[in-house]
């Protein structure tokens, strides 16, 4: 649309036949809606909270010639979205959805301007699919936090599979009259299998057969709680919570941190503000050895009674705590494995990236490298959602040796902010090391200790 463009009127019941609307509601494809602030009010909050503050008028000319006098609202959705979603605010005939990809669009929207009507229509227009699509419609409903949803789509799957590895197993060939088996976990890793097994193929376990693009959107979390479903029931599968709570982030309280050293030392000169509202005082003298220029170079928001300044990052306290500590001389020897979880040194290392603090960036990174052995899933989970390659193979390889990654236990939060394919790609692993090892000698991952752990930091400080 270009500002040249004269708009549309949308059809009946939306083109102000009646000549009674006072509002006017513009698309993203350039259609405009006359409608009734009224019925809006009453079909959504959101729609009431617009009407309560000024709005752009039309962009094209004068709006008492290109509106007929009345207020234009720009939406950013298209005609046929708010087309579907103004249908179930007035008292008119709706419109009915015709694909999976249209419903999860109106369904957005729905959600955007809570219209609790067009929600609960969509949802049920969304159970529709599930006997055809139940992997399209889980994924669409974890992505849009809708919980009932993803348990049906998930129930159907469920039995869908059932009937995938019954006609599975009846087709497993037999000696005699012993059927030929394997001893394999239902997720991947195989410990003992017989030539023509079905399950050596990937595709033939529960992840390879559950998995496909449409999940891709998903986190790992969600696939993961989908696999747990498939054999121990009831789940819940969105779980939005679990990203409040990183794994081992809190190892240590944020107010002892900040009564020990080096923050105990006096005449600081600088303040750093965490978005959770923690003050940290500071050296300007440490962050600029540390090369923390962009940090001292932030407008603050405000000074402290003796004038030193305070600038605000957006980052927990406990994490911009230990950051500044790794600036210190000596502190950062009091930063280890058993004060630092991967979480936190993760989050250290992230941080202190993005403000170019090449120093404390590597020594988080040691940190990580040090917790590969005895908490990998972490690491490589952790890993992953930053990109890093060294740390993402070490920490696969480290896995290994797990014995299996279906168990309750296998679960760490660090899922719940990566994509599913980064699981899916972690057990296909699994499950070829597995069968590898289940025809041969199996091959043992060397520990990360001694001379090992001192070559990878090294290669790391490189």
């Known amino acids: 649309m270009t500002s040249t463009e004269q708009p549309s009127v949308a059809q009946y019941p939306f083109d102000n036949a009646d000549s009674s609307s006072d509002v006017i509601f513009r698309t993203s494809d350039n259609i405009d809606y006359y409608l009734h602030k009224l019925i809006l009010k009453f079909a959504s909050p959101v729609f009431a909270d617009m009407f309560n503050v000024a709005q752009p008028v039309s962009a ?22 708010l087309d579907c979603l103004l249908r179930m605010c007035y008292p008119v005939p709706e419109t009915e959805e015709d694909s999976l990809a249209e419903v999860e669009i109106l369904l957005k929207a729905a959600l955007k301007y809570q219209v609790e009507k067009a929600v609960l229509h969509t949802n049920r227009r969304l159970v529709t699919f599930t006997s055809r699509e139940p992997l399209s419609v889980f994924a669409i409903a974890c992505r849009l936090n ?9 129930q159907a799957w469920k039995q869908k599979y059932k009937t995938i590895t019954t006609q599975r197993d009846q087709s497993f060939p037999t000696r005699g009259s ?8 239902s997720w991947g890793l195989v410990t003992a299998c017989d030539d023509g097994c079905l399950k050596s193929d990937f595709s033939q376990t529960a992840a390879g057969a559950t998995y496909n693009e449409a999940l891709h959107t998903t986190t790992a979390g969600q696939f993961y709680r989908l696999l747990r479903y498939l054999e121990d029931g009831p789940m819940e599968f969105c779980c939005s919570t679990c990203k409040t709570q990183p794994q081992d982030l809190n190892d240590v309280a944020v107010t002892d941190l900040l009564s020990s050293y080096p923050f105990s030392i006096p005449d600081s000169d600088f303040v750093i503000r965490s978005r959770d509202g923690i003050e940290i005082p500071v050296h300007k003298l440490i962050l600029s050895i540390a090369s923390a220029h962009t940090i001292l170079g932030e407008a603050p928001e405000g000074h402290t009674e003796n004038g030193s300044p305070i600038v605000r990052l957006d980052q927990d306290g406990e994490v911009l705590a230990t950051l500044v500590r790794s600036c210190y001389p000596f502190g950062d020897e009091e930063i280890t494995e058993d004060t630092c979880g991967v979480s936190l040194a993760a989050s250290v290392r992230r941080t202190a990236e993005t403000y170019e603090m090449h120093r404390v960036a590597q020594a988080a990174k040691y940190l990580m490298i040090g917790h590969t052995e005895m908490r990998p899933l972490q690491v490589y989970f952790a890993a992953s959602r930053y990109g890093w390659k060294e740390e993402v193979d070490l920490a696969a390889q480290c ?48 520990p990360i200790t001694g001379n090992r752990k001192k070559n990878l930091k090294k290669k790391g400080r490189r």
Do not use: F, W
Request: proline share 6%; hydrophobic share 35%; aromatic share 4%.
């Open 399 to 446: 896995c290994l040796s797990l014995r299996s990654l279906d168990a309750a236990d296998s679960y760490v939060s660090e899922m719940e902010h990566v994509s599913s394919d980064i699981y899916y790609q972690l057990l296909k692993r699994h499950h070829s090391a597995g069968m590898n090892s289940a025809i041969s000698e199996p091959v043992p991952v060397a």
């Open 146 to 154: 809708q919980e009932q949803v993803a348990c049906v789509a998930a």
């Open 178 to 185: 012993t059927p030929t088996k394997c001893t394999i976990t």
């Open 60 to 81: 094209v000319g004068d709006p008492e010639n290109s509106s007929h006098g009345l207020p234009v609202i720009l939406i950013t959705e298209k005609s046929r979205t």
